[in-house]
């Protein structure tokens, strides 16, 4: 069974709580807007603690480095079967336009036998929670109801 770890950066913002999502990165996620944001997460490699593939997933995936205080927000079956095991961060310095994300590798077009790059994310954002709600992966949205 696949498993993945990741961080959930928040922050309050005159009283109101929001979220660090990202955007998934490359053609097949270019127009899609809501539901396909995610935290940073990653998959979790044999013998490695979900909280350390979490915090090493951060840093590939986003370029920032996981400061602040973590809380545990247990994990979640994914609609795949994948398990995603989650902490909150609160860090609400985290600058959107200073991301920097690890890339891909894919043939694009398809079956062109052109291989291209792409960002693993493409995009972040800080979204107050009831936006966040419609922007995350539904299989994700559990998390933001524990963070409170």
């Known amino acids: 069974m ?5 961080l ?3 922050r309050r913002r005159d009283g109101a709580l929001e979220v660090f999502l990202v955007h998934p990165g490359g053609p097949f996620w270019a127009k899609k807007d809501d539901g396909v944001w995610t935290i940073p997460k990653g998959e979790i490699h044999e013998g490695e603690e979900p909280l350390a593939a979490a915090k090493r997933e951060f840093r590939e995936e986003t370029g920032f480095e996981p400061t602040g205080e973590l809380r545990e927000l247990g994990s979640l079956k994914q609609p795949s079967g994948k398990i995603v095991f989650a902490w909150s961060l609160a860090n609400g310095e985290l600058d959107p336009a200073q991301l920097r994300s690890n890339e891909f ?5 398809p079956r062109s036998g052109r291989m291209a790059l792409f960002p693993e994310v493409d995009r972040a954002g800080w979204f107050p929670i009831e936006i966040a709600h419609s922007k995350i992966l539904k299989g994700q949205a559990g998390f933001l109801d524990r963070i409170g």
Do not use: C, T, V
């Not at 696949?2 to 990741?6: D, E, I, L, M, Q």
């Open 2 to 6: 696949k498993r993945s770890a990741g």
């Open 105 to 109: 590798e894919m043939e694009w077009p």
């Open 8 to 10: 959930l950066p928040f």
